[in-house]
C-alpha cells in the first residue's frame, strides 16, 4: 500500500486532534485531583501529549509502514511498539479513571521505560541492517529521535508518580487507594 502526503497529513492531524482532546479532559482532572510543588502546570501536559503522540505515531510509521524490506526484528520491533501503547493506555485508566496510585502507577512507567527501550533497541538494530544514504535509513534515524522524546517524558512521569501527593480537595475516599 502505497501513502501519498496528503494520506500522511490526514493521519497526522486527525490523531493529534483526538489525543489534543484526550488532553483536554486529562488537564481539567489533573487539576482537580492534585497539586504540589513537584507538579508541572497542567496546560504544559495537554502541549506535551499532543506533541509526544505525533512523535509515537510518526516514530510507528517510519518504522513499521515505510520500510522497503522487513527485517528479522520487524515483528518484534511492533509488538513491543503495540505493548508500549497499550501500557500508555493502561496507566491513564488506571490513574485517572481507577484512581489507583503509588505503586501501580510507578510500575506502569517502568514498564513503559522498558518496553520503549526495547523498541528503540530493535529500531536501532534495523538501522544498522538498512544501507546509508536510503530513505528507510533516514526514517530509521527520525523515529529513534521521535520515540526517545517519548521515553524521556516517561522517565519524568516515573518521577512524577514517585512524587505525586494528593491536594487538600482530594476525594478522602481516594486516599485510601494511594499504595506505597
Not at 522497503?68 to 485517572?96: E, G, H, M, P, T
Not at 513503559?112 to 530513505?135: C, D, N, P, R
Not at 517524558?153 to 514517585?162: G, K, T
Amino acid at each position: 500500500m502505497t501513502y501519498t502526503n496528503n494520506d500522511i497529513t490526514l493521519l497526522i492531524s486527525l490523531f493529534t486532534f483526538v489525543f489534543w482532546q484526550m488532553s483536554k479532559t486529562s488537564q481539567r482532572e489533573m487539576r482537580e485531583i492534585y497539586k504540589n510543588d513537584q507538579t508541572l502546570p497542567p496546560w504544559v501536559f495537554a502541549v506535551v501529549w499532543s506533541i509526544l503522540y505525533l512523535c509515537i505515531v510518526l516514530s510507528g510509521y517510519f518504522t513499521m509502514c515505510s520500510v522497503v524490506v522487513i527485517d528479522q526484528y520487524y515483528l518484534a520491533r511492533a509488538i513491543f511498539f503495540i505493548v508500549n501503547i497499550f501500557l500508555n493506555k493502561f496507566w491513564s485508566v488506571l490513574f485517572f479513571d481507577m484512581r489507583m496510585y503509588g505503586w501501580p502507577s510507578i510500575l506502569t512507567c517502568i514498564l513503559m521505560i522498558g518496553t520503549g527501550i526495547v523498541y528503540l533497541v530493535l529500531a536501532g538494530l534495523s538501522y544498522g541492517l538498512t544501507t546509508s544514504g536510503t530513505e528507510e535509513h533516514t526514517y530509521f534515524i527520525v523515529a529513534i529521535v521521535l520515540f526517545s522524546l517519548y521515553v524521556g517524558w516517561c522517565v519524568l512521569a516515573l518521577y512524577l508518580n514517585a512524587v505525586f501527593k494528593p491536594s487538600d480537595k482530594f476525594p478522602a475516599q481516594m486516599k485510601s487507594k494511594l499504595i506505597y
